[in-house]
């Protein structure tokens, strides 16, 4: 079946680094787009950083532009969400998303406290 599993997140300290993991299984990803989201507590989902299927194009939240970096490893069909530079306003649950024929998956996500 398919499924996305995010991994990665926990505690770190202002201006810590943290990469995030999202493996896919049951289908291959290497043809599609793939994101990370997150969502705070009672807020809405927002997009971070997004990828095409080949990694040659990528687009970021302006609020993490040139500190997160969206990579990805096809023939492991991961992909990866480099975080550097981390704030406090950067906790929160973090998810992986594809973009499939028309229809998305997305992972349960994993969770990132940035905090002294």
């Known amino acids: 079946q398919v499924q996305l599993v995010e991994s990665g997140g926990g505690l770190v300290q202002p201006g810590g680094s943290l990469r995030l993991s999202c493996a896919a299984s049951g289908f291959t990803i290497s043809t599609y787009g793939a994101s990370w989201h997150r969502q705070g507590p009672g807020l809405e989902r927002e997009l971070v950083a997004s990828i095409s299927g080949a990694g040659t194009s990528t687009t970021y939240a302006d609020s993490v532009r040139g500190r997160f970096t969206i990579f990805r490893d096809n023939v492991a069909n991961m992909v990866y969400l480099e975080m550097t530079s981390l704030k406090p306003e950067d906790s929160s649950v973090y998810y992986c998303?594809?973009?499939?024929?028309?229809?998305?998956?997305w992972g349960k996500g994993t969770l990132v406290t940035v905090s002294s």
């Open positions: 998303k594809i973009f499939k024929l028309g229809e998305y998956y």
